[in-house]
């Protein structure tokens, strides 16, 4: 498995993002009342999002006032590990992701599922898996799933270490209160549903340039410069990311990075399902059957167990 090690990657890509197409773009996007048909791997709930222009609703700490002591090194680890999963947590990850890959800004962003946001609204009772869960729980279903990996245990040093960061960046956060730019902003389809042709066009014009024709990504010297969004690098069917809705809200509030918001609803949602109409890792809660696990989790707008161009996504 590649490393990617230290910030060296981010700080090419910040490159090469300024080059080309300058810095800046604006953060907005539309509420809307939640389908509950639509899912039982249902999104969070409908949150403000954040515009640009807006006041921040909640600001982190900056990274220089991580204190210098014990509970300093564990923030400090834990945010190693968030921005670079691969080399300090390679044990728990099964693909070549890292956290902030889809947690941007080291987690901070608004409309990015920032951490300061989750944390203070945890333990929270997820239709996903039909319990209350711990913050911990739910960071490890974005290691079993977006990670496509064994999830740490809870207590353990990596899982510790995550938390501390995310206590640390909620550092004076207001408890029990959804802040706006809390998860992805939730976008409406596309009057008609889905159009791959058009997804296609839009992935070809806005997205290859960094992600590859292919989707696989690109590397520099062995080291991952921008993510793949599918195949066996990438994260699994069980993702929250492989719905849909889900994926369209993330790329249009943040991709084409340092771009956001510069696609229209209609662009989003379609290259989301295109992105999405490709083969990636089995979700793990395939026991051998593609129509049983589609019938039992996959009750929302996703191609898994669907076919396309003549095969069977997430048939093994
Ligand atoms: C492939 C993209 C992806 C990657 C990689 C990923 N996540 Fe997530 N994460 C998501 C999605 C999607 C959600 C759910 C957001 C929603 O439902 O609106 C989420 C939610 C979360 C939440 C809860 C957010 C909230 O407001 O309740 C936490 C905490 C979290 N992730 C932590 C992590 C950690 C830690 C890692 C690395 C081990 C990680 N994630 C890697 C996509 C990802
Ligand atoms: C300028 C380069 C660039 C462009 C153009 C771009 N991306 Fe990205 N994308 C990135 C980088 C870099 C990351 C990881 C961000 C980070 O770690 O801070 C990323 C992350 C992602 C992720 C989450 C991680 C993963 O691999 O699943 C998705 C999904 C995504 N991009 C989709 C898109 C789509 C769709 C488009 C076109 C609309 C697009 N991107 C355009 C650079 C780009």
């Given at each position: 498995m590649n490393r990617r090690t230290g910030t060296g990657g981010t700080v090419m890509c910040l490159a090469l993002v300024t080059t080309l197409w300058g810095v800046g773009g604006t953060v907005s996007g539309q509420d809307q009342g939640k389908?509950?048909?639509?899912?039982?791997q249902a999104e969070l709930p409908p949150t403000e999002t954040v515009n640009e222009s807006g006041k921040m609703p909640f600001e982190p700490p900056r990274e220089d006032a991580i204190p210098d002591d014990q509970y300093g090194a564990m923030v400090r680890l834990g945010h190693q590990i968030f921005v670079d999963t691969q080399t300090y947590a390679s044990e728990f990850v099964g693909n070549e992701l890292n956290c902030t890959n889809c947690h941007l800004d080291q987690g901070r962003k608004p409309n990015s599922a920032p951490l300061w946001a989750a944390?203070?609204?945890?333990p929270a009772y997820r239709k996903k898996n039909d319990h209350v869960n711990t913050y911990e729980e739910r960071i490890q279903g974005c290691f079993r799933y977006s990670m496509n990996g064994t999830p740490p245990p809870s207590g353990s040093k990596t899982m510790t270490a995550l938390v501390t960061y995310s206590y640390w960046l909620a550092t004076g956060a207001p408890t029990g209160e959804v802040l706006p730019g809390r998860g992805y902003p939730i976008i409406q389809p596309p009057a008609g549903g889905h159009d791959l042709v058009n997804g296609e066009q839009v992935y070809q014009t806005s997205c290859a340039i960094c992600h590859g024709t292919d989707g696989q990504g690109q590397k520099v010297s062995g080291q991952v410069v921008f993510p793949a969004l599918w195949g066996d690098q990438s994260f699994n069917w069980g993702a929250g990311m492989h719905r849909i809705n889900t994926a369209a809200g993330f790329i249009k509030s943040n991709m084409p990075l340092g771009h956001g918001d510069s696609l229209s609803d209609r662009d989003a949602w379609d290259v989301a399902a295109f992105m999405n109409s490709h083969e990636r890792p089995?979700?793990?809660?395939?026991?051998?059957d593609t129509t049983a696990t589609r019938e039992q989790?996959?009750?929302?707008?996703?191609?898994?167990g669907q076919v396309v161009d003549g095969n069977l996504l997430g048939g093994d």
């Open positions: 389908d509950s048909r639509i899912d039982y944390y203070t609204l945890y089995q979700d793990p809660r395939f026991e051998g989790f996959h009750q929302h707008p996703g191609f898994y």
